[in-house]
């Protein structure tokens, strides 16, 4: 049978087309987001961060929209390119352990000419 | 230019061996982190360090260790009590604070 996690969510956009890739956080405690991006055997790039006193924080072709009454983030990518395509990973703090990030599973995005 | 470094690039263990996984950054930052990374995953914490001479397991600590003997370095040994150790392995660097969150190119561990 399929095994959990080894098929990530896709998601599939035309170029130029915006994409919403969202993430579900699980302690209501966290105060710091952080959306990164991952290619094939690399490591992870930032994106974009938040954190829990903000609901909207705008960079370059890119937005994080931060629900914390649902523990709901999404990052917004605007106008995206066939460069975009890769796996998006939203991670929050965990609390009382320094710096330490927790990590979503990630979606892949995928951008179709 | 200032970054971590990880080596190797690709790793290869026969089973029940030990195996060291180097990890260095000249970032100047007080906090390095070991995560584990497997197929269609997100990324686990394995330890983490946030000053030299301490270190604190992550959520997947066991059949793993490290030292942080000096600020630049956080080697990461995978020992042989490790059940499934092949998987990718990122380290990770910040100062003292969240900003300026660092990955190294990771290492890719298979045991044959």
Known sequence: GESVGLHLPTLSVQEGDNSIINCAYSNSASDYFIWYKQESGKGPQFIIDIRSNMDKRQGQRVTVLLNKTVKHLSLQIAATQPGDSAVYFCAENYVNSGYALNFGKGTSLLVTP | ?112
């Open chain 2, 1 to 112: 230019d200032g970054g971590i470094t990880q080596s190797p690039k690709y790793l290869f263990r026969k089973e029940g061996q030990n195996v060291t996984l180097s990890c260095e950054q000249n970032l100047n930052h007080d906090a390095m982190y070991w995560y584990r990374q497997d197929p269609g995953q997100g990324l686990r914490l394995i330890y983490y360090s946030q000053i030299v001479n301490d270190f604190q397991k992550g959520d997947i600590a066991e059949g793993y260790s490290v030292s942080r003997e000096k600020k630049e370095s956080f080697p990461l040994t995978v020992t042989s009590a490790q059940k499934n150790p092949t998987a990718f392995y990122l380290c990770a660097s910040t100062p003292a604070s969240f900003g300026g969150y660092t990955f190294g190119s990771g290492t890719r561990l298979t045991v044959v």
